[in-house]
């Protein structure tokens, strides 16, 4: 085989190992509108909470300090916003917050959704400073993000409305994980149609390994019988 054809091979080998590696997490804000016009995942293959039936099923949450409610209680509780549905919607169905009282510790709860996870999403309103996700992982550890962490530049204080503190937060490339656990120090954590699935990458990664996949065979069959 001679040197271009070494090189059309190593490259098109190199395109695969990357699209396959896992690297770190990559935090996006993609979503699409359910039934309700609630943003929801794009990812197809996830598991969707929308809390519908009054529980967490079909994962299952831990403790008592959450509660599962629709509409908005002036200093407890905000439903929240929808933005990409209209200026100033909000999100008309059940939805999960953290905690129901302040007085009761921990102010969290934990929803376990099997091990073996790399993807979660979820609807994250009025996103606060004192609002923190973290993922349980497989290995023992744990991986935690504060609202400030979700959207920085932009200051995570609560607006109940509006695009930058309402907004459907994807992780991608996460490390294995088998529970999140939803906390909030203050009033509230409120969250809706939280998303998990084994897919470890962002679609496009995906796609760049399939296109890169596609190259390789077409040259292997272009080459195949050749002499070098």
């Known amino acids: 085989m001679n040197k271009q054809k070494k090189l059309i091979f190593a490259s098109a080998i190199a395109a695969l190992a990357i699209s396959g590696t896992a690297g770190a997490t990559v935090i996006n804000y993609g ?48 439903a929240p916003g929808t933005p990409t549905a209209g200026a100033g919607t909000q999100d008309t169905t059940k939805y999960l917050t953290v ?7 921990p102010q969290s709860t934990t929803i376990s959704v099997g ?18 996700l973290t993922f349980l992982l497989d290995d ?57 699935s084994d897919v470890p990458e962002p679609g496009n990664l995906v796609l760049f390994g399939l296109g890169a996949l596609a190259l390789l065979v077409g040259f292997r069959r272009r080459f195949s019988g050749r002499s070098s």
């Not at 905690?99 to 510790?105: D, G, H, R, W």
């Not at 091990?115 to 923190?132: A, E, P, Q």
């Open 31 to 78: 979503s699409q509108l359910d039934s309700n016009s609630v943003p929801t995942t794009n990812v197809a293959s996830a598991t969707v909470l929308t809390f519908e039936s009054g529980s967490c099923a079909p994962a299952s949450c831990s403790g008592s300090n959450y509660a599962i409610v629709d509409g908005s209680t002036n200093g407890h509780n905000a």
């Open 99 to 105: 905690p129901e009282n302040l007085s009761t510790k």
């Open 115 to 132: 091990s073996g996870n790399h993807y979660f999403g979820l609807l994250w309103g009025s996103i606060d400073t004192y609002n923190t």
């Open 140 to 196: 023992g550890t744990n991986l935690s993000y504060t609202g400030t962490d979700i959207i920085t530049p932009e200051p995570a204080n609560g607006n109940q409305t509006a695009a930058s503190t309402n907004s459907y937060v994807n992780f991608f490339q996460l490390p294995a994980f088998n529970a999140v656990t939803l906390a909030s120090t203050r009033y509230a954590f409120e969250s809706d149609n939280l998303a998990y």
